[in-house]
């Protein structure tokens, strides 16, 4: 292209003088200079297909202008240069065509000759071409007029008039393409001539770093991933990049906040023109199509006819593998056995790799795995395996195997003994079988999280209690310490030191006294914890204080069990105001809900376990003269007067006006752990250290009315709420299962069970997880102690 101008420069001004002369000579150095940056001097002109490229002018404005000394665009020719024009525009063209020529033949040789050749484009001219040169000539003895030269008004830029395009713009030519495929060669592109674009010489760090400081224009020059080349951006360029890095509108003549225009009316027009086509009764039916139409759906009907879907399943059976038997029969045995229809014997699945004698070493157990499927030894079905893979270092190694027999056994007995006829199946499918329950969330409120964890105990922690208005908590350790928690805070209050392991604790239901009952070793603490009302405070220390006088006299039987005594000066200092030491150790002590009865039991105690205490009176009794079991816990009926005593596999209830049985109900399991009654008292909830819990109706069966398993292992503890239909149960599998259960004042409709979610929080300490369960006697809020030496409230 540079070569191209300079030519054309030429033909312009054939008789040059002195100062033009200077001109086209540094114009052609430029143009040299501008050739080196842009042609590989090592490579060749052509395209890849080796085609000589011809560039012709089209126009005849390319010629029309003048230009000074340094090559500067002054004005476009008069209208007297006409006459000139197209003898000019020829030899122009004439010499492009030779420049071109000469281009192609020139390969290393293009920097070294571009003066001479560029010397002589202008005489030198081909043989074939001589109707053009003679052309030329003619127009070159032409008088050309003398045009003068208008200078430029600096004000107006010197460009404004012109396009320089062609000039100055080197573009890549290439397309949206990956340019690390160039990154192999010298060149980095094409032009619009399709010339090779050099890549330009890349400078070390040092070198940027030196231009970085010697450069004021460098954080303003960026590098054209296109071309290589390093482009210096204008205060217009930075400006636009400032807007858009600010998220603004790129053009600031744009204006933002410009007058809203209702394009649309907001007022609804009546259009009364209607294009609705007609409806179908309208028209009126055809009598031969419509029994054409019942014939064909008869025909659907009876199977006559076949939809395309039909047909198309049909052909991909019939275009399908077939098998063939090799032999007559599968089932000839059967049929000279005279079984009709018989169902072919079950096969057992193929040996994987668990059952070879060397299975690769992930198939092994490890630990923890062994662990688990020796644990699911009473669950066989939960394993997934159901033998231990084993490896052996030959075949020879392997011993037999020792359920051989067993196993071959009851194999024959399966195939013996097993009915193989086809019988018709009902298909009930297996939702229909589970009970449509309500969803979690209809049945709020009940604890779903998380919310306080009480820490201070060192030794786990057995039971909990919670005051009658909610606002204190008690619990007891095998640390042999009694510790008073504050509910909203989470602040141990305070606590109070025993000499033994604390087994149970018990807040007295009567809100009008301030008393804990801790079973600690042999020995009932009746504790006045001295929180809360002051008042009430004083008033239970001035009850505790006074001991009744004895009308009656006691039998032997009962003082050798039980003695009432008040307590030492040193107790008396940690609130410890009566002391009922008993034989043997208490295991549980629980209160009657009016607060004047208490219960102890004493597993070791024979037919002494249970005992009555009377706190008014400072009476004991010993209600049963002969045990019928090992007695596990006593609870005392909310309503009636009526005491249920737990053995390890039944429940007896007892009416204690007219001390007698009322009813046994059978739990059918090998170890009760704990009860709990509804606060109603129609309904009883039953745990068991075998994983279940049994819900029983006292009105309608002595028989489990639901047995629950939700828990993993052994369940410790249950409990009611004593206002929401809510009831817990904790496990040692670390959990806290919360379930709804509505009992309904209509006899004839059953209490609603669902299990609604399981808190899973505590630690596990030598296979002890959840040792009991409470709740708040106002708020759905649940306590419970764990083995992890902590209490949680879960909200």
Same mark, same amino acid.
């Given at each position: 292209?540079?070569?191209?101008?300079?030519?054309?420069?030429?033909?312009?001004?054939?008789?040059?003088?002195?100062?033009? =002369?200077?001109?086209?000579?540094?114009?052609? %150095?430029?143009?040299?200079?501008?050739?080196?940056?842009?042609?590989?001097?090592?490579?060749?002109?052509?395209?890849?297909?080796?085609?000589?490229?011809?560039?012709?002018?089209?126009?005849?404005?390319?010629?029309?202008?003048?230009?000074?000394?340094?090559?500067?665009?002054?004005?476009?020719?008069?209208?007297k240069? %006409?006459?000139?024009?197209?003898?000019?525009?020829?030899?122009?063209?004439?010499?492009?065509?030779?420049?071109? %020529?000469?281009?192609?033949?020139?390969?290393?040789?293009?920097?070294?000759?571009?003066?001479?050749?560029?010397?002589?484009?202008?005489?030198?001219?081909?043989?074939?071409?001589?109707?053009?040169?003679?052309?030329?000539?003619?127009?070159?003895?032409?008088?050309?007029?003398?045009?003068e030269?208008?200078?430029?008004?600096?004000?107006?830029?010197?460009?404004?008039?012109?396009?320089?395009?062609?000039?100055?713009?080197?573009?890549?030519?290439?397309?949206?393409?990956p340019?690390?495929?160039?990154?192999?060669?010298?060149?980095?592109?094409?032009?619009?001539?399709?010339?090779?674009? +050099?890549?330009?010489?890349?400078?070390?760090?040092?070198?940027?770093?030196?231009?970085?400081?010697?450069?004021?224009?460098?954080?303003?020059?960026?590098?054209?991933?296109?071309?290589?080349?390093?482009?210096?951006?204008?205060?217009?360029?930075?400006? &636009?990049?400032?807007?858009?890095?600010?998220?603004?509108?790129?053009?600031?003549?744009?204006n933002?906040?410009?007058?809203?225009?209702?394009?649309?009316?907001?007022?609804?027009?009546?259009?009364?023109?209607?294009?609705?086509?007609?409806?179908?009764?309208s028209?009126?039916?055809?009598?031969?199509?419509?029994?054409?139409?019942?014939?064909?759906?008869?025909?659907?009907?009876?199977?006559?006819?076949k939809?395309t879907?039909?047909?198309?399943?049909?052909?991909?059976?019939?275009?399908?593998?077939?098998?063939?038997?090799?032999?007559?029969?599968?089932?000839?045995?059967?049929?000279?056995?005279?079984?009709?229809?018989?169902?072919?014997?079950?096969?057992?699945? /193929?040996?994987?790799?668990?059952?070879?004698?060397?299975?690769?070493?992930?198939?092994?157990?490890?630990?923890?795995?062994?662990?688990?499927?020796?644990?699911?030894?009473?669950?066989?079905?939960?394993?997934?395996?159901?033998?231990?893979?084993?490896?052996?270092?030959?075949l020879?190694?392997?011993?037999?195997?020792?359920?051989?027999?067993?196993?071959?056994?009851?194999?024959?007995?399966?195939?013996?003994?097993?009915?193989?006829?086809?019988?018709?199946?009902?298909?009930?499918?297996?939702?229909?079988?589970?009970?449509?329950?309500?969803?979690?969330?209809?049945?709020?409120?009940?604890?779903?999280?998380e =919310?306080?964890?009480?820490?201070?105990?060192?030794? /786990?922690?057995?039971?909990? =209690?919670?005051?009658?208005?909610?606002?204190?908590?008690?619990?007891?350790?095998?640390?042999? #310490?009694?510790?008073?928690?504050?509910?909203?805070?989470?602040r141990?209050?305070?606590?109070?030191?025993?000499?033994?392991?604390?087994?149970?604790v018990?807040?007295?239901?009567?809100?009008?006294?301030?008393?804990?009952?801790?079973?600690?070793g042999?020995?009932?603490?009746?504790?006045?914890?001295?929180?809360?009302?002051?008042?009430?405070?004083?008033?239970?220390?001035?009850?505790?204080?006074?001991?009744?006088?004895?009308d009656?006299?006691?039998?032997?039987?009962?003082?050798?069990a039980?003695?009432?005594?008040?307590?030492?000066?040193?107790?008396?200092?940690?609130?410890?105001?009566?002391?009922?030491?008993?034989?043997?150790?208490?295991?549980?002590?629980?209160?009657?809900?009016?607060?004047?009865? &208490?219960?102890?039991?004493?597993?070791?105690?024979?037919?002494?376990?249970?005992?009555?205490?009377?706190?008014?009176?400072?009476?004991?009794?010993?209600?049963?003269?002969?045990?019928?079991?090992?007695?596990?816990?006593?609870?005392?009926?909310?309503?009636?007067?009526?005491?249920?005593?737990?053995?390890?596999?039944?429940?007896?209830?007892?009416?204690?006006v007219?001390?007698? /049985?009322i009813?046994?109900?059978?739990?059918?399991?090998?170890?009760?752990?704990?009860?709990?009654?509804?606060?109603?008292?129609?309904?009883?909830?039953?745990?068991?250290?075998d994983?279940?819990?049994?819900?029983?109706? /006292?009105?309608?069966?002595?028989?489990?009315?639901? #047995?629950?398993?939700?828990?993993?292992?052994?369940?410790?503890?249950?409990?009611?709420?004593?206002?929401?239909?809510?009831?817990?149960?904790?496990?040692?599998?670390?959990? +806290?299962?919360?379930?709804?259960?509505?009992?309904?004042?209509?006899?004839?409709?059953?209490?609603?069970? +669902?299990?609604?979610?399981?808190?899973?929080?505590?630690?596990?300490?030598?296979?002890?997880?959840?040792?009991?369960?409470?709740?708040?006697?106002?708020?759905?809020?649940?306590?419970?102690t764990?083995?992890?030496?902590?209490?949680?409230?879960?909200?």
């Open positions: 292209m540079t070569k191209k101008q300079t030519i054309k420069r030429k033909v312009k001004e054939p008789e040059p003088t002195n100062e033009e =002369s200077v001109s086209e000579q540094s114009d052609n %150095e430029e143009n040299e200079d501008l050739l080196q940056a842009v042609k590989d001097p090592g490579e060749d002109t052509t395209d890849d297909e080796g085609i000589d490229q011809e560039y012709q002018s089209d126009s005849s404005e390319d010629l029309e202008f003048e230009s000074d000394e340094e090559g500067n665009y002054l004005g476009r020719r008069g209208n240069a %006409e006459e000139g024009k197209d003898a000019d525009d020829d030899e122009g063209e004439d010499e492009d065509e030779d420049e071109d %020529e000469e281009d192609d033949e020139e390969d290393d040789d293009s920097d070294d000759d571009s003066e001479d050749s560029d010397a002589n484009d202008a005489s030198a001219t081909p043989k074939d071409d001589q109707p053009s040169s003679s052309k030329a000539a003619d127009a070159q003895t032409k008088a050309e007029p003398i045009i030269i208008i200078p430029r008004d600096p004000s107006k830029p010197e460009y404004e008039e012109s396009d320089t395009s062609d000039e100055e713009d080197i573009r890549n030519t290439v397309g949206n393409i340019m690390h495929w160039y990154d192999e060669y010298k060149h980095i592109g094409y032009d619009w001539d399709a010339k090779k674009i +050099v890549k330009p010489p890349k400078g070390d760090q040092i070198d940027d770093f030196l231009r970085k400081i010697e450069d004021p224009n460098f954080w303003r020059t960026v590098k054209d991933p296109l071309t290589g080349q390093e482009v210096l951006l204008t205060d217009e360029d930075i400006a &636009l990049i400032k807007r858009i890095n600010s998220s603004r509108i790129p053009n600031p003549e744009h933002e906040y410009a007058p809203w225009i209702e394009w649309f009316t907001s007022e609804v027009e009546k259009m009364p023109i209607k294009n609705v086509p007609d409806h179908k009764r028209f009126l039916p055809s009598v031969s199509e419509k029994k054409k139409v019942s014939r064909m759906v008869h025909a659907l009907k009876m199977g006559w006819m939809t879907e039909e047909v198309e399943r049909e052909k991909q059976q019939k275009r399908g593998p077939k098998f063939y038997m090799l032999w007559e029969t599968d089932t000839g045995r059967e049929h000279m056995r005279r079984i009709h229809d018989p169902v072919s014997a079950p096969k057992r699945d /193929l040996p994987g790799h668990a059952e070879s004698y060397n299975p690769p070493p992930e198939y092994l157990f490890d630990e923890k795995e062994t662990k688990e499927w020796l644990k699911l030894k009473d669950e066989p079905h939960k394993r997934k395996l159901h033998f231990m893979p084993q490896k052996f270092k030959s020879r190694a392997v011993p037999a195997y020792s359920r051989y027999l067993r196993e071959r056994f009851l194999r024959c007995l399966d195939l013996y003994l097993c009915p193989r006829a086809k019988r018709v199946k009902l298909n009930i499918d297996a939702e229909y079988l589970i009970p449509k329950l309500p969803s979690p969330r209809d049945l709020q409120p009940f604890p779903t999280v =919310s306080l964890v009480y820490r201070g105990h060192t030794d /786990l922690v057995r039971s909990v =209690s919670v005051e009658p208005k909610g606002e204190y908590l008690v619990s007891g350790s095998d640390d042999k #310490t009694v510790k008073i928690w504050e509910i909203a805070t989470g141990c209050i305070r606590t109070i030191e025993t000499n033994d392991v604390v087994r149970c018990a807040w007295c239901p009567n809100a009008k006294l301030s008393i804990i009952a801790v079973a600690t042999s020995r009932l603490l009746l504790i006045n914890p001295k929180v809360g009302d002051k008042l009430i405070i004083k008033k239970t220390d001035d009850l505790l204080a006074e001991s009744p006088s004895q009656i006299i006691e039998n032997e039987r009962i003082k050798t039980v003695q009432w005594s008040n307590a030492d000066p040193d107790e008396q200092e940690k609130g410890v105001r009566v002391v009922i030491t008993h034989f043997k150790p208490i295991r549980q002590v629980t209160w009657h809900g009016r607060g004047d009865y &208490l219960a102890t039991v004493m597993p070791e105690g024979a037919n002494r376990s249970a005992l009555i205490h009377q706190l008014s009176k400072r009476r004991s009794q010993i209600p049963f003269s002969k045990s019928k079991g090992l007695i596990q816990c006593v609870l005392f009926h909310p309503v009636k007067p009526c005491f249920f005593v737990a053995t390890q596999h039944n429940i007896r209830i007892y009416d204690l007219k001390q007698e /049985l009813k046994k109900l059978l739990t059918n399991s090998k170890w009760i752990s704990g009860m709990s009654i509804h606060p109603k008292g129609d309904n009883l909830l039953v745990s068991t250290y994983k279940k819990m049994l819900w029983f109706d /006292l009105d309608l069966s002595t028989k489990p009315y639901q #047995t629950m398993r939700l828990h993993r292992n052994a369940v410790r503890s249950v409990a009611f709420h004593l206002r929401y239909p809510l009831f817990a149960s904790g496990s040692d599998d670390q959990a +806290v299962i919360v379930s709804h259960g509505m009992v309904y004042n209509d006899l004839l409709q059953n209490p609603l069970i +669902v299990p609604l979610k399981k808190l899973q929080t505590h630690e596990k300490r030598d296979e002890f997880g959840v040792l009991d369960v409470n709740w708040h006697p106002v708020q759905p809020w649940v306590f419970s764990g083995a992890d030496c902590t209490i949680r409230l879960y909200t």
